[in-house]
């Protein structure tokens, strides 16, 4: 078994760079893209740092917390430290199908990304990725990057543009920053970082301009990686976001928004996180990036890459009772895609019948899923959409995307008989899904759970159905600690770093905290 690099190593990597966040910015241009308007944005209104003082203090902590507040209105910057976080997802149904112009359902879950944006003063001139979950730390000078080949006229593109293929040319421009990326590190390791800043680099120099600040941007993930949950595109999204709104082209989130704007703002997010993805996967569908931006769960479709996705929004989406279970076993989502499409080129006529029955089953499963009367308590309703996803699971065996691993949960779900399993995401690895039956004995669970665990499997708790790409602006949290009096604790490159695997990351930074919608986290609110 291939271990996968997880999440939550956290590492000294980040710490090492001299980039922390106690001189966060004092630059008042933060950007000098003058392309960027037209929104009536202003990324300063999306969310207020309360800074309520501590009234029935004692004359101590009064000044204390004046001493304290003042602190924190020198270091205050034009853009604030802030952040943004995308959750993943699974496929309910319809995966790589979908990469065949196919529809497929796909719906968010409660592990999430999240990624700390730090603005540099003036004189810093560099852009610097800290992402320990893959060990990777780097930092490129701004002014030595291939700006005019991205801002050539007849390359250049704006953030309302919609790019549905990498330009070779400027895949080439970048490759030489990636050359010696990493070079001591294994090969995979150093493939993985290459991709990463190769991603990075094209979407900051196609939305960025050479007077773009200095910054950092640090990210950690409780998305298992790898493993079909759609952490690429979680990274992909929350980047768009990040770009966007340092760029001023974003006006919200914010509670008033017009539905309309909103559906605006989360468009233009998605279609930059698509770019990202190509980078990392060559040819993606898009579904991945899409709920991951909308969050909730959505119907997805793309007949013909050159226009943009049909995205049907389930807001309605039942909250399916789910097993997610982690093979832990590497896989590689180009790879799985490429085996499909070797497969196609050899039996085209087969492998249509495969794509269009998987087409059904997704049209099939979203009738019911969308019907008045479905019931998450009734077996018969469960029944029917368990039957659709063992169908759908057979046929993605047949596509060649399972794994033995995969098989074997099924093996052990069907001898319990606790419900209906298929692989979600690319395969070949990864993660299942089961669906269970209603009112399933405990004792049943609990075997399958122990029998799972002494296999080396990783059974994951997650909701589906959640909110999409949200901002925390500034980076200020209410933790119930004693920063909160004075209107929050100040997120900062130091805190996140050390905090303590997953939970640690979502009692700190977490959008529910472990407590449910946290105070200070806002998200794009698209309604149906
Ligand atoms: N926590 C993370 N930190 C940094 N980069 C990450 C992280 N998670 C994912 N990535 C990026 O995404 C890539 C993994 O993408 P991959 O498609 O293999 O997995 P996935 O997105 O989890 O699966 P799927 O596409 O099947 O849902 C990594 O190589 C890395 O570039
Ligand atoms: C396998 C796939 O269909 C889903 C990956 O989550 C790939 C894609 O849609 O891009």
Known sequence: ??????????????????????????????????????????????????????????????????????????????????????????????????????????????????????????????????????????????DELPWEKFSHPSKKKYYYDLVTALDPDLVAAIQPL??????????????????????????????????????????????????????????????????????????????????????????????????????????????????????????????????????????????????????RTAKSTSAQLGKVSSLNEAHPKLVGCILDAVDKVTRSASELLDADDFDTENEECLRRVGELMTINHGLLVSLGVSHPRLERVRELVDHEGIGWTKLTGAGGGGCSITLLRPGVPREKLERLEARLGEEGYQKFETTVGGDGVGVLWPAVLKNGMDEDEEGGMEIDLEKFLKAEGNEGVERLVGVHGGVGEREGWKFWRVAS
């Open 178 to 327: 990636l050359a010696d990326l990493s070079r001591d590190k294994p090969s995979e390791l150093r493939k993985v970082h290459q991709n990463t800043a190769g991603s990075f680099l094209y979407m900051f120099l196609s939305l960025g301009s050479q007077s773009f600040p200095g910054c950092q941007y640090t990210l950690r993930s409780t998305i298992p990686i790898g493993a079909g949950l759609g952490s690429s595109a979680t990274i992909a999204v929350c980047m768009s976001a990040a770009l966007l709104l340092q760029l001023r082209t974003l006006s919200g989130p914010h509670p008033d928004q017009p539905s309309e704007e909103a559906r605006l703002q989360i468009e233009r997010i998605n279609r930059w996180a698509f770019v990202y993805e190509m980078f990392i996967h060559g040819n993606p569908s898009g579904v991945d990036n899409t709920v991951s931006t909308q969050g909730k769960a959505v119907m997805f479709q793309r007949t013909d890459y050159n226009k943009p996705p049909l995205v049907r929004p389930l807001m309605d989406f039942p909250t399916l009772p789910l097993l997610l279970v982690d093979t």
């Open 1 to 142: 078994m291939t271990e996968r690099l997880g999440p939550n190593r956290v590492n000294d990597l980040g710490k090492a760079n001299g980039h922390t966040n106690s001189n966060a910015n004092t630059n008042g241009t933060a950007n000098g893209n003058g392309t960027a308007s037209g929104t009536g944005s202003s990324g300063g209104t999306v969310n207020g740092n309360g800074n309520g003082a501590a009234s029935n203090a004692n004359g101590n902590d009064i000044k204390l917390a004046q001493r304290k507040k003042m602190d924190r209105k020198k270091s205050s910057p034009m853009m604030p430290t802030f952040m943004v976080s995308a959750p993943g997802k699974v496929i309910v149904t319809g995966e790589h199908a979908v990469v065949h112009g196919k529809a497929a359902i796909a719906a968010a879950i409660s592990l999430r990304s999240y990624l700390l944006v730090t603005t540099l003063s003036k004189s810093k001139r560099t852009v610097t990725l800290t992402f320990p979950d893959i060990e990777f730390n780097h930092v490129w000078n701004i």
